[in-house]
């Protein structure tokens, strides 16, 4: 979700006339694409943030926050930051760095002509809010720290920016925006608001668009995606549907891609879902379906309204209609009061459920979460053990994985060079990482079929057995 907004954010930084710096230093404008769910987040804003304004005493630097802010996080970074704003209020960005006092490049004519009086009769500024100080002979209008107003019930302006996509073949399409469901550990229903679809028609219409561009991987996105619709019944359709019509168009479209989504939540998920996706083609067999915990009783103080009975029955209908397809989660450890005895029952669903990869956290208090009125009474000591022990069931999971598909041939999309630059590297449709024994960058961003040669704990290796015939067209 953070790539996502910061897709949609460059685009309105690009429209007001800005040049894209080599690096940090050389930027007059910095800004953070924020996220309050964990701490350990927030604490590198702020890193950030001191750094940042260090600077100003030498240069003429704005800096702005949006994205996932809880109003607490809000309130402490409106001392720090020039202007904080909600993601649904991205479009009027341009307007606030104007109210604030900085004149962007594009409504900048001539410098010479800059003066107080001029700036201030602008529409919306008052001379008693900017000023004009002239530092280094250069001249630069400030102003006050901005908070802009709360997150309106509607984001369709922000949806209706057109994204400045960061890969030309990956993509993703945001088709829901905030949470009902309230769990008590977080901090998204108060980041980010109620839950509120996008229309159906716009996302077709920028799906259809990125699939005639050629983009291979396109991932729905949305705190809750599998409940699209549901705040709107009457004038739209439901998560399923909406799945049937993307893959209806992928069935007839003659294009080879595939489409992910994340995350949905165990409540709304349906066996309708997993019959859609084995029936098309374009819907990736994977799907990332959050447990949290494998204790009914931390479960019902999470308030995650499903027991651990009710996840299995998903995970057997899913795996019974796609049995090749793969299983990611989120787990949290050491949530307040969890026990031994508790914490052992998510490692017995752990060795049940065998995740393909999990995403394993230490539980933060959020301010403004249900749960940050509870004592934090796990020490941290004891929620490293705890994810270090889940961390080994994993990566024994994954292994087991990995050894079982040596010697098979697997469709990988090549997204790049891996760490090293050696090599090339991707990943299939069940997002498994594969490492490929070749250096030729003209494959990346294109299907190919990789024969399986090694595997390690979280990825595996290969050699290239031959480029989609598609590609080779394209080529």
């Not at 004149?103 to 010479?112: Q, R």
């Not at 009710?310 to 307040?336: E, N």
Request: proline share 4%; with cysteine; aromatic share 10%.
């Amino acid at each position: 979700m953070n790539k996502s907004d910061s897709e949609r954010v460059s685009t309105v930084i690009e429209q007001m006339g800005y040049r894209w710096a080599s690096n940090e230093d050389d930027a007059d404008l910095l800004g953070v694409i924020a996220c309050s769910v964990r701490q350990k987040a927030i604490d590198k804003v702020y890193t950030k943030i001191n750094k940042w304004n260090n600077r100003k005493s030498n240069r003429n630097l704005a800096t702005f926050i949006t994205g996932c802010v809880l109003p607490e996080d809000r309130r402490k970074f409106l001392k720090l930051f020039d202007i904080i704003f909600q993601i649904s209020e991205l479009p009027q960005f341009p307007e606030m760095l104007k109210q604030y006092g900085v004149v962007t490049p594009f409504s900048l004519k001539k410098e010479d002509d800059l003066t107080e009086q001029s700036y201030a009769e602008m529409p919306g500024n008052s001379a008693s809010q900017f000023k004009v100080l002239t530092l280094d002979n250069k001249k630069t209008i400030v102003g006050q720290p901005v908070l802009m107003k709360e997150p309106e019930k509607k984001i369709s302006g922000f949806w209706n920016v057109q994204p400045h996509y960061q890969s030309e073949f990956e993509a993703f399409i945001p088709i829901q925006n905030g949470c009902d469901k309230f769990c008590t550990f977080c901090a998204v229903p108060y980041t980010r608001g109620r839950e509120i679809s996008r229309p159906s028609a716009e996302i077709m219409e920028e799906l259809k668009l990125l699939v005639q561009k050629g983009y291979k991987s396109i991932t729905l996105l949305g705190q809750n995606v599998n409940s699209y619709g549901l705040d709107n019944r009457s004038e739209e359709i439901t998560f399923p549907e909406l799945l049937e019509r993307i893959g209806k168009y992928g069935d007839k479209s003659g294009k080879d891609f595939w489409v992910y989504f994340t995350s949905p939540h165990p409540r709304d998920m349906t066996p309708e879902v997993f019959e859609i996706i084995a029936r098309h083609k374009c819907l990736a067999k994977q799907i990332h379906l959050p447990l949290q915990s494998g204790d009914d009783k931390v479960l019902i103080r999470m308030n995650r309204n499903h027991s651990l009975g009710d996840y299995r029955k998903i995970i057997d209908s899913f795996r019974k209609t796609i049995p090749q397809a793969t299983l990611f989660t989120d787990i949290i450890v050491g949530f307040t009061g969890e026990t031994d005895e508790q914490f052992k029952n998510t490692m017995k669903a752990m060795e049940e459920f065998k995740f393909h990869m999990a995403y394993i956290a230490r539980y933060s208090p959020r301010p403004g979460a249900a749960s940050s009125r509870w004592d934090d009474d796990i020490s941290h000591e004891v929620k490293k053990e705890r994810l270090h022990i889940l961390s080994e069931l994993l990566q024994k999971h994954s292994r087991e994985h990995n050894d079982e598909m040596i010697g098979k041939i697997y469709k990988v999309l090549v997204t790049g060079k891996d760490r090293k630059g050696k090599y090339l590297t991707g990943y299939n449709e069940g997002r498994i990482i594969i490492r490929i024994t070749s250096d030729d960058t003209g494959l990346i961003g294109k299907f190919v079929d990789i024969k399986i040669t090694s595997a390690a704990d979280f990825a595996t290796e290969g050699e290239l057995v031959k480029i989609h015939k598609e590609e080779l067209t394209e080529v």
